[in-house]
T-cell receptor
Framework: GAVVSQHPSWVICKSGTSVKIECRSL??????MFWYRQFPKQSLMLMAT?????????EQGVEKDKFLINHASLTLSTLTVTSAHPEDSSFYIC?????????FGPGTRLTVL | SQELEQSPQSLIVQEGKNLTINCTSS?????LYWYKQKYGEGLIFLMM?????EEKSHEKITAKLDEKKQQSSLHITASQPSHAGIYLC????????????FGKGNQVVVIP
């Protein structure tokens, strides 16, 4: 399977600031990556599909201007939470699609004060 | 959209005992994925099932997909503390593009 890393593993920021989360595919060239969000004791909710070299596809109800996704290379996708608010506090996980299976990163815990 | 129900929500078993958890879909499953998650960590891929009646095993874990492709079970034989965690089933939403919808998970606790 693919090995996926995320950076940072956790971040605390003030309300109104922007936060960038990186997702790297370490051993696989990924044309497609996915971004999920997980609230405490809830399941993963797909936010968007990140496509290398093109615009991301967002799920219904996810604001594309708030959650900016950039997939500039085959090994890196970034998610920027703009003007973060406390309700954006969550666990953000990315995954890489490899051979019809998704392999997940370790996640990033975002806390907005 | 795909709705996945996982049951039981949580269970506690004695080390060495067998356990079974279930994942039921409201729609036909094009692909069913089982993952394990420790709280606050990423997901570890366990198995993927695609064909009706398919069964796969890895070490002490066996997953099955029923013939109608709407229900999957995951069975652990002789559970160990290392099997503790949250088991999530995910399903391919639209038949091929790998956008996964997940259930809420089965929390498994193994008592030594």
């Amino acid at each position: 399977g693919a090995v996926v890393s995320q950076h940072p593993s956790w971040v605390i920021c003030k309300s109104g600031t922007s936060v960038k989360i990186e997702c790297r595919s370490l051993d696989f060239q990924a044309t497609t990556m996915f971004w999920y969000r997980q609230f405490p004791k809830q399941s993963l909710m797909l936010m968007a599909t990140s496509n290398e070299g093109s615009k991301a596809t967002y799920e219904q109800g996810v604001e594309k201007d708030k959650f900016l996704i950039n997939h500039a290379s085959l090994t890196l996708s970034t998610l920027t939470v703009t003007s973060a608010h406390p309700e954006d506090s969550s666990f953000y996980i990315c995954s890489v699609r490899a051979a019809d299976t998704q392999y997940f990163g370790p996640g990033t815990r975002l806390t907005v004060l | 959209s795909q709705e996945l129900e996982q049951s039981p929500q949580s269970l506690i078993v004695q080390e060495g005992k067998n356990l079974t958890i279930n994942c039921t879909s409201s729609k036909t499953l094009y692909g069913l994925y089982w993952y394990k998650q420790k709280y606050g960590e990423g997901l570890i891929f366990l198995m993927m099932l695609q064909k009706g009646g398919e069964e796969k095993s890895h070490e002490k874990i066996t997953a099955k997909l029923d013939e109608k492709k709407q229900q999957s079970s995951l069975h652990i034989t002789a559970s160990q503390p290392s099997h503790a965690g949250i088991y999530l089933c995910g399903a391919d939403n639209t038949g091929g593009n790998n956008r996964l919808a997940f259930g809420k998970g089965n929390q498994v606790v193994v008592i030594p």
